[in-house]
Nanobody, 131 residues
Framework: QVQLVESGGGSVEAGGSLRLSCVSSGHTDPWPCMAWFRQSLENEREGISEGLAALDADGVGTLYAASVKGRFTISRDNAKNTLSLQMNSLKPEDTAMYYC????????????????????WGQGTQVTVSS
């Protein structure tokens, strides 16, 4: 059974940093594409999640949303089945539930930010940034 488990969330002041991790299990090969999404309380009712960053299995090509580019860094360690998100210069508007996602077959593409591109999701970890 495939599982993705996020950790590393918490409460920080604006300008602070957090590092999120996502450990996946129940598979033998690296996922072709993995990504981080977030969902704020405002978007929860509409079921909208914002794609933040994505990374192919080779760990080289990174994709970022404009809202986090330059502040967040995505990385992965396939040997440890771990996806990470280093978040620096956090802002109150970064407050949300953060989720990792994995695509079973497809490599990251121009539609990496679309939720339907991913087959597996974690339960999320809460990040709260105070001003």
């Amino acid at each position: 059974q495939v599982q993705l488990v996020e950790s590393g969330g918490g409460s920080v002041e604006a300008g602070g940093s957090l590092r999120l991790s996502c450990v996946s299990s129940g598979h033998t090969d690296p996922w072709p594409c993995m990504a981080w999404f977030r969902q704020s309380l405002e978007n929860e009712r509409e079921g909208i999640s914002e794609g933040l960053a994505a990374l192919d299995a080779d760990g080289v090509g990174t994709l970022y949303a404009a809202s986090v580019k330059g502040r967040f860094t995505i990385s992965r360690d396939n040997a440890k089945n771990t996806l990470s998100l280093q978040m620096n210069s956090l802002k109150p508007e970064d407050t949300a539930m953060y989720y990792c996602a994995a695509a079973r077959y497809a490599y990251c593409s121009g539609s990496w930010w679309i939720q339907d591109e991913y087959n597996y999701w974690g339960q999320g970890t809460q990040v709260t940034v105070s001003s």
